[in-house]
């Protein structure tokens, strides 16, 4: 028998066929033209399109009844279409259907092995697609689906064959589909050339593609090229044209990663018109919450992402849990590693075991400052699927966990060596390693809880913290004044930084300190109230010595209100810095009544000064002071009338006690509405100690009464 190539009139009846079949829902009606058919096949039993018919309509029956033997049939059904006609290619690119499905509802174990062997079903998927490609590169369906199943396989993908056959695709007519294009952008970045896979989009979007489809895959692609800046615009751009359910079901899909459920709420609320400015605030609450530049987290989001697709991507879309599985989802992308990934990126450390008998596991460990999270992830049944568990035990499964609750027996050597490939995340699982009988039970339940509450932190938060190899030991002084610009208020930074930890930029006759400083204040929600990012640089004739300090300070302005402040310091070129965290209350400096400021303290001399409404001040960041010094107190009242009286009455106490405390009193006349005031306290006869100092100010002809108070430390010459 001549082969010869399918003619429009048959596809366009295969086609017809499976828009009819893929109505049926019913089984028995679908069984019922199975049986038809294939009395007709008995007698044409060298008919190719009624075979390739009936593979479609087997497949249809496998999808509603879930029996894979289904499956099978389809299978032999297209492969004897393609030995009666190999340039059909529909025969094969049936196969390669029959192929994936009969791959969603393999026996997880031996689908593992075939894997090795490039016997599994997206190998084998891949094959069928490639041959479809092969008879005919125009055939837009199997250019497709060949490339999404390269792009799926783990080992030994397929990505050459598709390579070549999607770009033979494009220069047919099937490069006029849409759908072929978008292939095509996607293999060209899983395989690096970005380039080539934004030209691919670009076509995509000329030929009529979704607007939020095309402009996602372009940001997500720049991103790819570390394109930051034309990324974020495209992303953003995408978001206010998506409006179909793919477009739109890919940017909530991306979101998904880091948001919460109230947040994907909130998204699948707001109008396409606020998409765009709702995403915004989105990411950047989320830099502001890590003291992050804006565009940081948005661009982390992507880095992740790739990582992620690399070297977590689910094989198959049906996912196995047993009762040591806590954690579930619906998702099809990422493994549970990828889900702990995309949330809070790299993790400081990871570990893991590998030995006969012990299931795939890793364990990932998260410093961070309010408490370490310690993540145990088993591939139990599916070398390629990891599961959150609770334990680390539970890599054995759930016997193994309880026997080691309720046996009098030391702990079992191989559970041991498990336990001792932890030692670098967390020192309880030394002791679990040795540990016998008496305590191990509490331990091993104390382990679990923490694992619980790691699985339940980590799957609903998400953080791109600043991590730093080394710390400079900076010492931060905040104070909240009232803005002279206005009835608003200010942050005023002051910091010292030891000259022992920073490193220099050094000539022949100067050296340079450059240093990193990000000053934020973030309202309850993690909005920006304000945000100053700048580089300073102190030059001196010589290296400073260990205990010399470089100090400055910053000022923000803000609105009257609690705000969480953020300041970081660092030399980030050589990974040293730090973050410091506060929280502030803001009042407001123009209400009715009377207000005061902070207590600036500061010390003649000290060389650090800010000049405010024509008053010097001055500032010390570092808290103590020595008992000879003249201390400089600074604050400034709000709500006076001009030429009101007030007095002022400033008290130094032993914080706990002790010996007379000093007391001064002032009467003052109020300059206007913002009335700075400046006293000079001696402490010579302080006693070195921690002390209270509290200023207590009366508007005399109001009767009214405000009182701040500050803590400092005296010490000895």
């Not at 179909?244 to 998204?267: K, Q």
């Not at 070398?383 to 309880?402: M, R």
């Not at 201390?631 to 002790?658: F, I």
Request: glycine share 8%.
């Amino acid at each position: 028998m001549t082969a010869v190539a399918q003619t429009p009139a048959q596809r366009d009846s295969i086609e017809r066929f499976r828009e009819a079949v893929a109505a049926l829902t019913d089984a028995d009606t679908l069984r019922a033209l199975e049986s038809a058919m294939i009395d007709r096949a008995r007698v044409d039993r060298d008919n190719a399109l009624l075979h390739v018919q009936l593979g479609f309509l087997a497949l249809r029956l496998g999808d509603v009844t879930g029996n894979r033997q289904h499956y099978d049939d389809a299978g032999s059904e297209f492969e004897w279409a393609g030995e009666l006609e190999p340039t059909w290619p529909f025969a094969w690119y049936g196969l390669g259907l029959a192929e994936l499905a009969l791959g969603e509802v393999s026996i997880i174990a031996l689908e593992n092995i075939r894997q090795a062997l490039g016997k599994d079903f997206l190998s084998k998927a891949a094959a069928a697609f490639g041959r479809a490609a092969e008879v005919d590169p125009a055939f837009a369906d199997a250019v497709v689906d060949l490339a999404e199943t390269a792009m799926r396989q783990r080992v030994r993908p397929q990505l050459t064959v598709a390579h070549e056959a999607v770009r033979k695709a494009a220069a047919t007519e099937a490069g006029d589909v849409p759908a072929v294009q978008l292939a095509r952008g996607r293999l060209e970045r899983t395989m690096g050339e970005g380039d080539s896979a934004l030209a691919a989009f670009e076509e995509y979007l000329e030929l009529g593609g979704d607007s939020g489809v095309g402009y996602l895959e372009m940001a997500r692609t720049q991103f790819f090229l570390r394109y930051l800046r034309e990324a974020e615009a495209t992303y953003f751009a995408g978001a206010g044209l998506a409006h179909t359910r793919e477009g739109v079901g890919m940017y909530r899909e991306d979101l998904s990663w880091a948001a919460t459920p109230e947040e994907l709420a909130a998204f699948d609320s707001v109008t396409v018109a606020q998409r765009a400015d709702w995403l915004r605030r989105f990411w950047l609450r989320r830099d502001v919450a890590d003291a992050r530049h804006p565009g940081e987290r948005l661009a982390e989001h992507y880095r992740r992402y790739f990582y992620a697709l690399r070297n977590y991507r689910l094989v198959s879309r049906h996912r196995r849990y047993d009762v040591v599985h806590p954690y579930r989802n619906e998702q099809q992308v990422f493994d549970d590693r990828g889900i702990i990934y995309m949330r809070h990126g790299e993790p400081s450390r990871r570990a893991v075991h590998n030995a006969p008998g012990v299931n795939p596991n890793e364990s990932w460990l998260y410093e961070r400052p309010e408490g370490s999270l310690i993540f145990h992830f088993a591939a139990r049944d599916d070398v390629q699927d990891y599961k959150l568990v609770e334990s680390l035990v539970d890599v054995f499964g759930l016997d193994t966990a309880i026997a080691l609750q309720t046996s009098h027996d030391r702990t079992p050597g191989f559970v041991g060596e498990l336990f001792a490939s932890r030692l670098g995340l967390d020192p309880v699982y030394q002791r679990l390693a040795s540990m016998p009988f008496v305590g191990r039970a509490s331990a091993l339940a104390a382990e679990r809880r923490a694992g619980d509450r790691a699985i339940d932190v980590g799957t609903t938060t998400d953080s791109h913290l600043l991590r730093f190899e080394t710390s400079l030991g900076a010492v931060v002084r905040r104070y909240v004044v009232g803005d002279s610009a206005g009835g608003g208020g200010r942050l005023l930074v002051v910091y010292a930084i030891p000259g022992g930890a920073l490193e220099a930029d050094q000539t022949e006759d100067r050296v340079a300190y450059p240093v990193q400083i990000r000053l934020l204040a973030a309202t309850a929600d993690d909005s920006a109230a304000g945000f100053v990012d700048t580089v300073r640089v102190w030059t001196a004739q010589r290296p400073l010595e260990p205990d010399q300090h470089l100090s400055g300070y910053l000022t923000l302005p803000v609105a009257a209100g609690d705000y969480t402040m953020r300041i970081v310091l660092g030399q980030p070129w050589r990974n040293a810095g730090e973050l410091h965290t506060d929280t502030v209350v803001v009042p407001d400096f123009s209400a009715p009544g009377l207000t005061i400021s902070d207590l600036i303290i500061g010390r003649h001399g000290s060389g650090l000064t800010w000049v405010v409404g024509g008053d010097t001040v001055a500032l010390s960041p570092l808290p103590s002071f020595p008992v000879e010094a003249r201390l400089r107190v600074y604050y400034e009242l709000h709500g006076l009338t001009k030429d009101a009286p007030y007095r002022a009455r400033l008290e130094v106490a032993r914080q706990r006690g002790g010996g007379p405390p000093i007391t001064l009193t002032f009467d003052g006349v109020a300059t206007g509405r913002v009335t700075r005031v400046s006293h000079t306290v001696d402490i010579s006869g302080l006693r070195p100690g921690r002390y209270r100092l509290r200023v207590t100010v009366e508007d005399i002809a109001r009767n009214l009464r405000v009182e701040r108070e500050a803590v400092l430390d005296a010490v000895g010459s």
